[in-house]
């Protein structure tokens, strides 16, 4: 048998050890992606990032983002951390990554305000004047930078690809946008959200919670464009069926009490609305040019619910 000799000895503990300072510092091995911190660079193209980090929770998020924490506290917010970049005589960089605790509601965050093209970035992005915003897995991260140069734009641009490489888990976009029908989609128009407060900011409906929303629920709203003007499709997935029986109901009664046998109705614009239930799911139109119009978006929704009951 071989002995181990004293180098031998040593290299073998010096292997160990790295092994031992990896895992404690990634988190690799407990079977989660790594520590927030260690997905962020300390440096790019010269801008380095000041310490400490800014780290805050559902706690103390107001203390950030005064005025604007409500839209992420209203989805799975689990933490948030903000990291600056500087480089002498160059605008400061910004990063902010948001672990919004599942992919669904990173999703969600990042298609409340989406209205730009995709640039490539995580499973979705958008650049615009120095600011970049993208999601992947359960984190949604912004990029900004105080004015914007091309040096600036290849900064903040190259943060985010080395960010989104970091992140492990892809994550998907939630079941219930599956059942919007693309034709038709206007796809920057997509928001996905739980509560009312993401409904009245997106499409004021009434005061009062006619739809029963709640964290338990479920919503995607989404425009289709029209000849003249848009139809507004509305998909909410409640937690069982008995959810969406009480929701239609109280929809129909407070909403659109004369339709309430046909489910459609012509409002005084001249427009039209339509409301259906399929299962746990309830399907709404507003603002459809015609009844053929409403009746068609709600039967093509339908039709792809049906694929995936």
Known sequence: MRKITSASYCKILAIFTSMILFIVLTGVGRGDEPLVENLIPNEINGWKAETPDGIYDRKTLFDYIDGGAEVYLAYGFQKM???????ENEPSITLDIFDMGSPED???VYSFEQDGKSVGIGNDSEYA???LCFWKGKYFVS???DKESPDVREAVMALGRIVASNIQLVGSKPEVVS?????NLIKTSVRYFHKKSGLDYHYFLADKNILNLDEDTDVVLAEYAEKKGKSKLLVV????EDSSVAAYRSFVKAYMPEAQDTGILKTEDGKWVAVKRCGQYLLAIFEAPTRERASELIAAVKMRWERVK
Do not use: M, Q
């Open 143 to 145: 990029i900004l930078a």
């Open 129 to 131: 004047a120095g600011l």
């Open 237 to 240: 997935r409640y937690p069982d």
């Open 179 to 183: 059942l919007l029908p693309p034709l």
């Open 81 to 87: 951390l903000a990291r600056r970049f500087v480089k």
């Open 106 to 108: 990173a999703f969600g």
